[in-house]
C-alpha cells in the first residue's frame, strides 16, 4: 500500500464484481486499493453455478480470465416449460447465428481465476480486510478498516461499493429497496440417467452396439432423443407454480438451481441423496430420465434488493450492492459485470473527473435502462411463473407457444439474455 493510504479508487468487497472492476483499471493510471474482508486464500468452495451471457464472455475475455476458466459448458438451447400446462419454447444459439447462447462455470472457479489474476498484477489488493466505516465530503471519501488486527484508514476521490449491499446503511442519500421472495435455491450437480447413460464418443457408441455397456431405460431413450436432437448443451428451465427449476448443462451432468419455500428448502437439504434424486424427478418430470446422482447440495434465500439511486456522494455502487436479483434469468453476475465495465470506462475515458457529481451522474444514466429491465424482467419472471392461479396458467401456456411461433420474438428474449437490456 501507499502511504498515507490515498488512492484514486478504493473498492469495498473483493467478490466477482469488485475483482472485475480491479482487473479493467489495472494498467489505467488510476490507483486503486482493493479490499476483502475474507482472509483469503481460505476455502472458497461456493457450489453455485453461474450462467453468463455471450457478452459476459467478451468481457471477461478483456480483463484476460476467461482463458484461465476450467469446465466452461456452453449452451446451445434454452428449454422453457411450464409444468402442468402445455406451452413451450425453445430457443438456439444457430437460430441466433451465434456459437452459445451462454457458458455454464462454477461461481468458484470465476472467484479463483480473477483472485490469481489480481495477485500477479500487482495491484493493491488486500484480503482479510473489512471496511467498517465509510464516509464522504464533496472532495474526499474516507474509510475505516479492520486488517491484521488494526484499525487503518484510507482516502480515495471515489469510493466503489461491492460489498453485496451490507454497507448500504451508512451510506447518505440513498435507499435499499428489500422485497423477500419467500423462496430459497437449492444447488447441487446432477447425473441424470439419459445424460450418464448416453453415448458420446464413437467407441462408446461402438461398445454399446455389442452390448458391453448397458442400454438405457426405454424412457431415457426417448428423453435422450429429444436431447440429441437439440444437440446437447441444453439448459432446462422449468417453471412451477412453486418456483422455477433449471437444470444447466455442465460438461456430462446439470447444474441444479431449484427454486422452492423456505420449508422446503430445509427438508430437501436434509434428505438422504436417494429419497432427493427422487423428490426432484417427481417435480422436474421424465424430460431426462431418472436422476442417478447428486453432489453436495447448497441452500440459498432468495431476495430482490435494489438501491436507488447507485451513487452517492464520492460513492459508486456495484454488483450485488446494487440490485441483487432472483436467479431464475441468470442475470445477476452478469449485470454486475457490465456495472463493473461501464464505471471502469467512465473512469479511463476522463480520470480527472473521479467522482465528481458530473461523472457519477453519467454512470448512474448508462446503468439506468440496463439494470431497470434486468430488475424488472427477473421479477416479473418470478411473479408470474411462481404461483397456481388458473388464469395465469393458461396465460403462461399460451406466452410460450406463441413465443415458440414467433422467431422475432424469440430473438429479442434471447439477445436480451445475451446482451442486457441494451441487446
Ligand atoms: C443460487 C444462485 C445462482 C446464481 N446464478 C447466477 C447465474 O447463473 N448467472 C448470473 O449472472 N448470476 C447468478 N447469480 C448471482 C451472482 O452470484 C451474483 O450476482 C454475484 O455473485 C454478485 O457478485 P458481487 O461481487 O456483486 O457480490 P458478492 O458475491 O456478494 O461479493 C461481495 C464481497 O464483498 C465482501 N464484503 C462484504 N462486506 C465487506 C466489507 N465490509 N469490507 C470488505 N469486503 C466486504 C464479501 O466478503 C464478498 O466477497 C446467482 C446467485 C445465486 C444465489
Redesign the pocket.
Known amino acids: 500500500m501507499t502511504a498515507p493510504y490515498d488512492y484514486d479508487i478504493i473498492i469495498?468487497?473483493?467478490?466477482?464484481?469488485?475483482m472485475a472492476l480491479a482487473l479493467a483499471l489495472r494498467n489505467s493510471g488510476t490507483s486503486v486499493l482493493l479490499?476483502?474482508?475474507?482472509g483469503l486464500p481460505e476455502k472458497t468452495e461456493d457450489s453455485?453455478?453461474?450462467?453468463?451471457s455471450h457478452g459476459?464472455r467478451i468481457i471477461l475475455e478483456y480483463l484476460g480470465v476467461w482463458k484461465a476458466l476450467p469446465d466452461i459448458t456452453p449452451i446451445t438451447t434454452i428449454h422453457i416449460s411450464n409444468r402442468g400446462g402445455f406451452g413451450r419454447t425453445v430457443l438456439t444459439a444457430d437460430n441466433m447465428g451465434v456459437p452459445a447462447l451462454g457458458y455454464v462455470m462454477n461461481?468458484h472457479d470465476v472467484f479463483r481465476c480473477m483472485h490469481e489474476a489480481l495477485q500477479h498484477s500487482g495491484a493493491d489488493y488486500l484480503t482479510g480486510?473489512?471496511?467498517?466505516r465509510l464516509k464522504t465530503s464533496a472532495r474526499i471519501g474516507q474509510i475505516e478498516?479492520q486488517h491484521a488486527e488494526l484499525t487503518k484508514k484510507a482516502t480515495a476521490k471515489l469510493l466503489v461499493v461491492?460489498?453485496?449491499g451490507?454497507?448500504t446503511a451508512q451510506i447518505e442519500g440513498v435507499t435499499q429497496h428489500v422485497h423477500d421472495y419467500q423462496q430459497w435455491?437449492v444447488?447441487a450437480r446432477i447425473k441424470s440417467e439419459h445424460a450418464a447413460n448416453m453415448p458420446s464418443t464413437a467407441s462408446e457408441k461402438a461398445s454399446m452396439k455389442r452390448g458391453a455397456v448397458a442400454r438405457p431405460s426405454k424412457t431415457a431413450r426417448s428423453a435422450g432423443k429429444e436431447f440429441q436432437r437439440l444437440g446437447g448443451g441444453v439448459a432446462y428451465e422449468r417453471f412451477t407454480p412453486d418456483g422455477p427449476v433449471a437444470l444447466?448443462p455442465s460438461g456430462e451432468d446439470f447444474a441444479l438451481?431449484w427454486t422452492v419455500s423456505p420449508s422446503a428448502a430445509q427438508e430437501i437439504l436434509a434428505l438422504d441423496d436417494a429419497a432427493f434424486l427422487v423428490r426432484l424427478h417427481d417435480h422436474f418430470g421424465d424430460r431426462l430420465g431418472k436422476f442417478i446422482k447428486a453432489g453436495k447440495r447448497s441452500g440459498?434465500p432468495?431476495a430482490l434488493k435494489y438501491t436507488t439511486p447507485i451513487t452517492a456522494c464520492r460513492i459508486a455502487l456495484?454488483?450485488?450492492?446494487a440490485q441483487?436479483?432472483h436467479?431464475v434469468a441468470?442475470?445477476?453476475?452478469?449485470?454486475?459485470l457490465r456495472d463493473a465495465w461501464e464505471l471502469a470506462e467512465e473512469i479511463i475515458a476522463s480520470p480527472t473527473e473521479t467522482g465528481t457529481p458530473a461523472m457519477l451522474a453519467r454512470y448512474r444514466h448508462k446503468r439506468r435502462v440496463d439494470s431497470g429491465a434486468g430488475r424488472l424482467f427477473t421479477d416479473s419472471l418470478v411473479k408470474l411463473f411462481s404461483n397456481d392461479y388458473p388464469v395465469l396458467g393458461s396465460v403462461r401456456s399460451i406466452g410460450l407457444s406463441a413465443l415458440d411461433c414467433l422467431p422475432q420474438a424469440k430473438r429479442f428474449v434471447a439477445r436480451r439474455m445475451m446482451f442486457g437490456a441494451r441487446g
Open positions: 469495498i468487497g473483493g467478490g466477482p464484481v469488485g479490499l476483502e474482508a475474507r453455485r453455478p453461474l450462467a453468463l459476459s461461481h480486510a473489512q471496511v467498517t478498516f461491492a460489498d453485496g451490507r454497507l435455491a444447488v444447466l438451481v440459498f432468495l456495484v454488483g450485488n450492492a441483487t436479483l436467479p441468470g442475470q445477476g453476475f452478469n449485470l454486475g
